[in-house]
């Protein structure tokens, strides 16, 4: 709070370059957190988070005031004019201090306190684990064993504990290559393919030279091969341009020597380094923010730019590794410089090609926190969370971000997640909310606490999967359960509007495919729920009224109990004419035949059929897709909706309040479903007033059908209605009105 020297300014204007007669006037805000623009004509709220400032310049000052842009790394552009020069130069130096502290423990994370929300502390940091995740490989096995040589890190300080090396790899040989290799990050094991026993590798380059080498690194690559036995070669890909290794050569490092490594094949693949990456995105932002560019400028500075060569570049060389191992079983050792840039985007490319695992909501996140996190990606200076020197920050994250977007793509049914998913993955990798993307390595983050002074962002996204599920997905389907060889031409690239133009209106769809194909699935699922339970009333109904004119099976005819004959002889049946009584016993019979007790209550005796069983795991396998990310939920607000059970010889209701009971517990369960939703075409607002648009995603409340802003839409429940008893979205006002029916009167 003392870097803000203006909390609260009047009568700013907001900019909006397509439409500069007619500027939002409001009220600018700077908290400890966000800078928020408020207009309250139109009811619109602009939020920048400080970490998401990318860089504040003061324009030169114009009639109305002094100009403020604002350019952000998750590529917002916001251009505030403000009257006074004197309170501009406030919010210039406050931004400035605000969106580059000094020490990594100034960031968000470590003042994020989410007390509005069911977010516990130690939600999504136990969601991985790198044994687990090779165990899942198949490992350890007689060809690759776990080591412990780096459990305190002294081999490599950026390395995890939990290495996989080849069995045959001695404790010498694994000393001697770690000094032998840049950074000390020796050849060490990142996936397996256990169908052919290949093996992707990765490291950083040797410490050649021109002339040097170095037996045990030698011997630690035979060692990789050997433990192929399908192949007796391996590849070893440097992914940088030649010229660039070779311009290392001369620093004492370089590359491998095939006169020294025998049975390898070397290829490179010329991925650009840190630097070119940077200035091209420079450029490509450049070309965002043209005003009203032709066809031609957007094209030619978009190509200028090179930013799509970059990206199939990635794609190419993370292809060609993934068919080495898929097509010609030979095992392949990546490395760029330090094998932490270059080397996480291809490996964890690789990964996804071969794999459908990957693929998936929780397969993603443990291919982040392997490939990234684990192994040493230096997401705080790469994505410039604290005041590094800007040679060291550069879009690596982001462009591997985007080449999952490019695949996805390509095979639009192959993936769990969609384009939002990526997004906030993207924006908060940035934001430094969490402590998931904070350091610089493994080893930081255990210095720095993380998992007891700050929440995870795996745990967040658990919370709100539904958001980031791709309805297209089908888990069963050839593609996605196959590999995906990608078309690398460059016609199969596409610019990212949904990137680096979000924030810009007027250029996106109204509604979103994704959202609204979301929604239909919802709507569906909805009324699938609906009508199990009322086919389960309905049983339970017919059950009573047609029991005596039923067949009854073998058994009970020889018992001779309710046989057409005995029936006839009793002159207290009347099968025509049910009491109330009975009628008001059979509702609560289907009640209790719904199954909503026994998801209750799995002891309950009155359980369904095994048929009946294995349908509703089906369906409800269906209806929680969401739950793929990490371990279940905790203190969900379900169950909260109690049936009003009947005590059948309860004293103290009769027949008749009996009767009223269980009607009116029907007549709230068909109710409580809305059967038909309101559609997203030309919802221009929530009925708070906020304005629904490309930047807003709109909710629909499964109970009233409404469409709603995510601020009004942020409970979860059962409702009556709904056979799995699952907590789903509702609006505030639906869910007191739930409330409300449960509590007993």
């Known amino acids: 709070m003392e870097h803000i020297r203006t909390p609260k300014v009047e009568n700013v204007r907001l900019q909006d370059r397509f439409n ?26 602009t939020w920048v988070l400080h970490m998401h400032i990318d860089s504040v310049e003061k324009l030169p000052l114009t009639t109305v005031g002094s100009p403020l842009l604002i350019r952000c790394k998750t590529f917002q552009t916001v251009t505030f004019v403000i009257a006074k020069e004197r309170e501009c130069h406030d919010i210039f130096e406050s931004l400035i201090m605000l969106s580059r502290p000094a020490s990594i423990t100034e960031l968000y994370a470590f003042q994020y306190n989410p007390q509005a929300t069911s977010l ?62 840049s950074r000390g990050r020796l050849p060490v094991l990142s996936y397996y393919h256990k169908d052919n026993h290949a093996t992707i590798c990765r490291c950083s380059q040797p410490l050649s030279g021109f002339s040097a080498r170095c037996l045990e690194d030698e011997q630690m690559l035979q060692a990789i091969m050997r433990a192929n036995p399908n192949c007796n070669f391996m590849y070893v890909v440097d992914t940088r341009p030649k010229i660039n290794a070779m311009v290392n050569k001369a620093a004492g490092k370089g590359y491998e020597s095939t006169d020294f490594y025998s049975n390898i094949r070397f290829q490179f693949l010329g991925i650009e380094n840190i630097h070119v990456m940077r200035n091209s995105l420079d450029k490509l932002i450049e070309v965002c923010d043209l005003k009203n560019p032709s066809v031609g400028d957007f094209l030619s500075g978009l190509e200028n730019s090179s ?51 990957y693929r998936t909501l929780q397969g993603f996140q443990a291919l982040i926190e392997k490939e990234w996190l684990e192994f040493g990606h230096k997401f705080t200076d790469r994505l410039g969370l604290t005041a590094v020197e800007d040679k060291e920050v550069s879009p690596v994250f982001t462009q591997f971000v985007e080449c999952v977007w490019q695949l996805t793509q390509q095979f639009p049914c192959a993936f769990q997640f969609n384009e939002t998913f990526l997004l906030t993955l993207h924006d908060h990798a940035y934001s430094c909310q969490f402590g998931t993307f904070l350091g610089n390595c493994e080893r930081e983050r255990e210095e720095l606490s993380l998992i007891t002074k700050t929440y995870s962002l795996w745990g967040y996204m658990r919370r709100n999967m539904s958001d980031y599920v791709n309805p297209l997905y089908r888990r069963e389907h050839p593609v996605t359960q196959g590999v995906l060889f990608p078309n690398t031409a460059p016609q199969n690239f596409k610019f990212w509007r949904g990137m680096y133009n979000r924030y810009e209106s007027g250029v996106h769809p109204r509604e979103s495919v994704t959202d609204t194909v979301s929604a239909m699935k919802d709507h569906s699922a909805s009324l699938e729920d609906h009508v199990k339970l009322l086919e389960k009333r309905i049983a339970g109904v017919k059950k009573l009224l047609g029991k005596e004119n039923t067949v009854l099976p073998p058994r009970q005819q020889a018992q001779g109990d309710g046989s057409p004959e005995t029936t006839a002889n009793n002159p207290t049946s009347t099968p025509d004419v049910p009491s109330e009584d009975s009628v008001a016993n059979a509702v609560s019979d289907a009640s209790s035949e719904s199954g909503i007790e026994d998801v209750q209550s799995p002891d309950n005796g009155d359980s369904a059929s095994a048929e009946e069983s294995e349908e509703k795991n089906v369906e409800e396998d269906n209806l929680n897709s969401t739950n793929d990310l990490g371990e279940e939920p905790e203190g969900t607000e379900g169950h909260d909706v109690p049936e009003a059970n009947v005590e059948e010889n309860s004293p103290s209701v009769g027949a008749g309040d009996s009767m009223d009971v269980s009607l009116n517990r029907l007549s709230l369960e068909m109710d409580s479903v809305a059967l038909e939703w309101k559609a997203f075409r030309n919802i221009r607002q929530c009925s708070c007033e906020t304005p629904l648009d490309a930047f807003n995603k709109k909710y629909h409340c499964w109970r009233c059908g409404d469409v709603f802003c995510t601020r009004c839409i942020d409970k979860q429940t059962p409702i009556p209605g709904h056979y799995s008893q699952r907590p789903v979205p509702v609006c505030r006002t639906c869910y007191k009105h739930l409330k409300m029916e449960a509590t007993p009167s």
């Not at 690759?144 to 996989?164: A, M």
């Not at 060569?309 to 590794?321: P, R, V, Y």
Request: one cysteine or more; aromatic letters at 12%; proline letters at 5%.
């Open 20 to 45: 500069t007669r007619k500027p939002a006037i409001g009220t600018l805000y700077l908290t400890a957190t966000h800078l928020i623009f408020v207009d309250p004509n139109s009811k619109r709220e």
């Open 120 to 181: 516990h502390q130690q939600d999504g940091w136990s969601y991985f684990s790198l044994e687990a995740e090779f165990s899942r490989q198949g490992l350890p096995n007689n060809r690759w064993v776990h080591s412990t040589i780096n459990k305190d890190y002294q081999i490599c300080d950026t390395y995890p504990r939990t290495l996989f090396v080849p069995a045959g790899a001695t404790t010498p040989i694994l000393l001697g290559s770690s000094k032998f290799r």
């Open 307 to 357: 930013w799509l060569k970059h990206i199939k570049a990635i794609m190419d060389t993370s292809l060609f590794i993934a068919k080495a191992v898929l097509e010609e079983d030979a095992s392949v050792l990546v490395h760029c410089s330090d094998g932490w840039d270059r080397t996480a985007q291809t490996c964890s490319l690789a990964g996804l090609f071969l794999d459908p695992y």
